[in-house]
């Protein structure tokens, strides 16, 4: 048995040296990923980068009760330009200082504030 598994795990790693494994991508649950897959099943153009208005439309899936507030993208956020993160800051219409951000590249929202809190919704 011991011999079994060992040959198997000979075997397997050589496949993964003669053939490594570049480019693994996992599913992931978000909104902004089931918008692209809405998108694609509808025959929509898939877009590779959000814009403004995309970048709201996500977040008034997200909540449509609330009224969201341009404030900005990484150019005018330090955090998020230090980070090298792209997207678009909202200010909700509600209590509180958090704001929302929204990944260009990848539709995720997170809360945010400009002192670099940034935790991620969808």
Do not use: C, R, W
């Not at 599913?27 to 509808?42: L, M, Y």
């Not at 909540?63 to 993208?73: A, H, L, S, W």
């Amino acid at each position: 048995m011991k011999k079994a598994i060992i040959t198997l795990s000979i075997l397997f790693g050589g496949l993964l040296i003669i053939n490594p494994i570049n480019n693994t991508t996992f599913a992931e649950g978000t909104k902004g990923s089931q918008i692209k897959i809405n998108a694609i099943e509808s025959g929509a153009e898939v877009v590779e980068e959000l814009n403004k208005e995309q970048a709201e439309a996500v977040l008034k899936i997200y909540n449509p009760n609330i009224e969201y507030i341009f404030q900005g993208d990484e150019n005018n956020f330090g955090y998020l330009k230090d980070n090298n993160l792209e997207g678009y800051v909202f200010l909700g219409n509600v209590e509180g200082d958090l704001g929302y951000f929204v990944n260009k590249d990848t539709a995720k929202v997170y809360y945010f504030h400009p002192s670099g809190y940034l935790e991620i919704i969808l």
